[in-house]
């Protein structure tokens, strides 16, 4: 019997978090980590096992909404994705994946867009990112943007994604070979659901009602006319973070490393001071890096909160410095997602 092998990776933010939902810039790239689905189609329900994750995925193509209301675990994304695209045929199939769960690499994302590829999505990839996100937002009750399931849809070997976020333009930018990358677990995990993301989100929207404008389109100067100081950080983080995503891809393209460290170490202050989503094991993490042989610069990297670190290492020097951390991977920049029919 023919089954689908559907794959789809996760991704490793470079710089730009916190920006995607205002219509900002992102540079993410899709990694050589992921997740797999082997799925046979047949009949009207979904039921998935997996290697990773607790209990069974059962999932009814006619009332999807029921697994999202009565599961708290993984299902609710399987539910999720489910209710978005109506599949016309359910199947049974096995989720296997070498992406760390809560680490800020996109294991969720990953996991949607394997399941939409799975039951027979098959359209445009941002297409397939929209339908996920709308599967996320379902699913866990957090209003992301877009960039974690656009990264793991789009990814282009060998480049990051410069993603304009207003118009959903997707711009491969190339890593240079001089430039690795690592990412570094912090131990500490993190679960948007369970953090002030929704608050920061909503934070951004009262800053742009306040201002008139996008973000996008505002200045430094117009930040700093908000009177409501807590806006006011909120907001300039995303504008100077914009800057910083243009001024990153500028350095990648040049090979000028230097810079974008230094940019990195911008971001993260930035993180941390005026968006308040670092912690104190990130912080100490990131000064630890960022006085590493080798190291251009770090940051936090995804939504804050804990999760991972992302260094930016010297060509040939990453497997050492990943070496000195208990949880750390040398990531390379991945095509995206895929699906095939197996006989």
């Known amino acids: 019997m023919t089954y689908r092998r559907a794959y789809a990776p996760g ?49 009814s193509l006619a ?35 070498t992406l760390p769960i809560g680490a800020g690499l996109s294991s969720s994302a990953a996991l949607e867009v394997a399941v939409a590829l799975a039951v027979g999505f098959a359209g445009t990839a941002l297409a397939l990112a929209q339908a996920c996100q709308a599967a996320e937002h379902l699913a866990s009750g957090v209003p992301c943007g877009i960039m974690d399931q656009l990264a793991s849809a789009a990814g282009v070997p060998g480049h ?3 993603i304009d976020c207003t118009s959903l333009a997707v711009t491969p930018a190339p890593i240079p070979a001089a430039a690795e990358f690592v990412a570094v677990h912090s131990g500490e995990a993190r679960s948007l659901a369970a953090t002030g993301y ?19 389109l505002a200045t430094v100067a117009d930040v700093e006319s908000l009177r409501d100081m807590g806006l006011r950080r909120r907001a300039r983080h995303v504008v100077t973070e914009n800057r910083r995503v243009i001024d990153f891809a500028a350095a990648l393209a040049g090979a000028d490393l230097t810079t974008a460290g230094a940019l990195m170490a911008a971001s993260h202050a930035s993180l941390r001071d005026d968006f308040g989503v670092s912690t104190t094991a990130l912080d100490a993490l990131v000064d630890d890096l960022s006085t590493t042989p080798g190291v251009f610069g770090a940051r936090l990297t ?30 390379r920049a991945a095509g995206g997602a895929r699906v095939a029919e197996v006989d």
């Open 11 to 59: 991704r490793l933010n470079l710089i730009g978090d916190h920006t995607d939902y205002s219509g900002g810039l992102v540079l993410p790239m899709a990694i050589d980590l992921g997740t797999t689905i082997e799925f046979r189609p047949a009949g009207d329900t979904v039921t998935l096992s997996s290697e990773g994750f607790e209990g069974i995925a059962v999932v």
């Open 63 to 97: 009332k999807p909404e029921a697994a999202i209301a009565a599961d708290e675990s993984w299902t609710r994304y399987v539910a999720g994705v489910i209710a978005v695209l109506r599949p016309e045929i359910g199947g049974t199939g096995r989720v296997s994946s």
């Open 160 to 162: 990051a994604l410069l």
């Open 198 to 216: 929704a608050e920061r989100r909503s934070a951004v929207e009262a800053a742009q009602v306040a201002l008139g404008r996008s973000l996008r």
């Open 302 to 331: 995804g939504a804050g909160f804990g999760g991972c670190a992302v260094a930016l290492v010297e060509s040939g020097r990453a497997a050492s410095v990943a070496a000195r951390y208990q949880r750390a991977w040398v990531l």
